[in-house]
């Protein structure tokens, strides 16, 4: 194993605990998310996948953010259960309008700069930069948003020959699925 897969074989350890850690909504998974981060981040560099790293430098500056948010909602329900914000139809719409524009755009810039795979590394950006945000809003159709994103990560994973990290986004498509259900039942509305 080479450096660059240690650094893979990494993302995708910590990557797991984050998941366990974001189903069962445990503040700890930010931190967790931190390390699985940098990890990422270094892995796309290396194999010049440009918004996928720039993804996941954003996804290391919202951890912070959801870490501040999560510590205060979690003083508002009981123990066992998670806390969720209702997504106003605004930002619905506002995400929708910046997926289309912010694709399409990124696509255009990727292109540019000679991205590995512009179309799967931009579409699964904005995806992930709105699935972020939703996450940390608590919202419960962040969970449907990383389904598409990660199967559209996988791909572009394959497609690269990021085994590793395929891997990694497999079980983030499974714990998504999961965490959706989860959420649903045991979700309360603060």
């Known amino acids: 194993m080479d450096w660059i897969q240690a650094i893979e074989v990494f993302a995708l350890v910590t990557g797991v605990i984050y998941l366990v850690l974001e189903v069962l909504q445990k503040n700890a998974m930010w931190v967790v998310g931190i390390l699985t981060s940098a990890a990422c981040a270094f892995s796309f560099a290396y194999q010049q996948v440009w918004a996928s790293m720039g993804l996941n430098i954003y996804y290391v500056v919202i951890s912070v953010v959801g870490f501040i948010r999560w510590r205060k909602d979690c003083?508002?329900?009981?123990?066992?259960?998670i806390h969720l914000r209702k997504l106003p139809r605004k930002v619905a719409a506002w995400?929708?309008?910046?997926?289309?524009?912010?694709?399409?755009?990124?696509?255009?810039?990727?292109r540019a700069i000679g991205d590995a795979e512009p179309r799967l590394d931009g579409t699964a950006t904005v995806l992930s930069v709105i699935g972020t945000w939703w996450l940390a809003q608590s919202y419960l159709q962040q969970w449907l948003i990383w389904i598409v994103a990660d199967i559209i990560t996988t791909t572009l994973c394959v497609v690269t020959g990021q085994y590793w990290m395929a891997l990694l986004y497999l079980a983030y498509i499974a714990s998504a699925i999961y965490g959706y259900?989860?959420?649903?039942?045991?979700?309360?509305?603060?």
């Open 75 to 81: 003083a508002k329900v009981a123990e066992g259960e």
């Open 181 to 190: 259900y989860h959420w649903r039942r045991k979700g309360v509305l603060i």
């Open 95 to 110: 995400s929708a309008v910046l997926f289309v524009l912010g694709s399409l755009a990124m696509i255009w810039l990727l």
